[in-house]
């Protein structure tokens, strides 16, 4: 996009910011990481900067396979991440892992564990590992995940791994961002399938049963269960059934099956055209994602709201106004 053309509100790209497109889109680590600081900034001026960036790094997006990696603690997902990115490796794959840390109750930060749960793959010049702190955001999705995947497809990137925090009900922003979405159990999940949500259970593409090694039979019966329950639930896409893998991270056995699958999966999904159809889905969702959050941004820190807010809040309490007489005349307040 040329200066002449670029929009009112988007500040053209000075030298520094210039030289941040140039270095991701040479595949330089230490550009990558820069910008994906600069993103992460919550400074205004910052985030001004950041979508001149993003707007140049734009049209050199969209080329890689997106995975996001989800499952309870203890599973074994760090493990299993780093096993899948040296294989990736050796097949000639670049590997971006975005790692979404509990965030520290100390300084907000990213805790950093997964970077040195991976330490074999973190010392690779094929892969990059990003954690950061998930600062309480729904489904341990960082707020700039999103903007953070694209940066690292630009900078060459062609498989991005989403792992995240755990398993909770809005979990389903991971699959929100992703071509595939990978839910690993333990051995024993089939004795406490009720644990599972059943909205994970259904946005699930691959179900994996990692540790199969340490109890096979248990391994097994895991998988027979999880099958059974995943018949009583319907797919996003008539095209494809979930298949349940059983592997081991720890001993690398499986992961080659897993790629496979991962192959055929999007082999499937282009065939019927929903490949694109679920990435335009996803684009579409987070600009209505980010017009919500703007919006509630504005409505924050407009004036009026913020003097009448916390009496409208005690009379709600109260009784003495309804909820919907108390927002409308906040809202009101926009105009």
């Known amino acids: 996009m040329s200066p002449m053309n670029m929009p009112a509100d988007l500040p053209q790209r000075d030298a520094v910011d210039q030289a941040l497109v140039d270095g991701v889109l040479a595949h330089q680590l230490r550009p990558l990481a820069k910008t994906i600081t600069l993103i992460e900034s919550q400074r205004p001026d910052h985030k001004q900067r950041a979508r001149s960036v993003l707007e140049g790094l734009l049209p050199h ?6 995975v996001g990696i989800s499952g309870v603690p203890g599973v074994g997902k760090s493990t299993f991440i780093e096993a899948l990115g ?27 564990g997964d970077k040195t749960r991976m330490e074999m793959l973190s010392q ?16 341990g999705v960082a707020e700039k995940t999103r903007e953070a995947m694209l940066v690292c497809e630009a900078a060459g990137f062609d498989v ?39 909205g994970i259970m259904e946005i699930a593409d691959l ?17 027979s269960q999880i099958k059974s329950a995943l018949g009583m639930l319907r797919h996003a896409s008539p095209n494809w059934t979930p298949p349940v893998l059983m592997l081991s991270a720890l001993q ?60 409208l809040q005690a ?9 919907s007489a108390a927002a409308m005349r906040l809202l009101g307040y926009l105009g």
């Open 61 to 66: 997006t969209g080329r890689s396979m997106r």
């Open 86 to 112: 040296l294989y990736l490796i050796e097949q000639g794959h670049k590997v971006a892992v975005l790692a979404v840390d509990p965030s520290s109750s100390v300084t907000g930060g990213s805790i950093l």
């Open 124 to 139: 690779r010049t094929e892969a990059f590992i990003r954690p950061s702190p998930s600062a309480g955001s729904l489904g």
């Open 160 to 198: 991005i791994i989403i792992e995240t925090v755990g398993v909770g009900q809005s979990e389903t922003a991971v699959a929100g961002m992703t071509d595939i979405f990978c839910l690993l159990q333990l051995p024993n999940a089939g004795d406490d399938l009720q644990a599972i949500k059943k």
């Open 207 to 223: 179900i994996v049963i990692n540790k199969a090694d340490i109890n096979p039979q248990a391994a097994n019966v895991a998988r």
């Open 252 to 311: 690398k056995q499986g992961i080659a099956e897993f790629w496979k699958t991962i192959g055929d999966y999007r082999s499937a999904m282009q065939k019927s055209g929903e490949f694109d159809a679920r990435r335009r889905h996803q684009a579409q969702a987070w600009m209505w994602e980010l017009i919500d959050q703007g919006l509630r941004a504005r409505f924050a820190s407009h004036p009026r709201v913020q003097q009448d807010l916390a009496g």
């Open 315 to 323: 009379a709600v309490e109260a009784g003495r106004t309804t909820p």
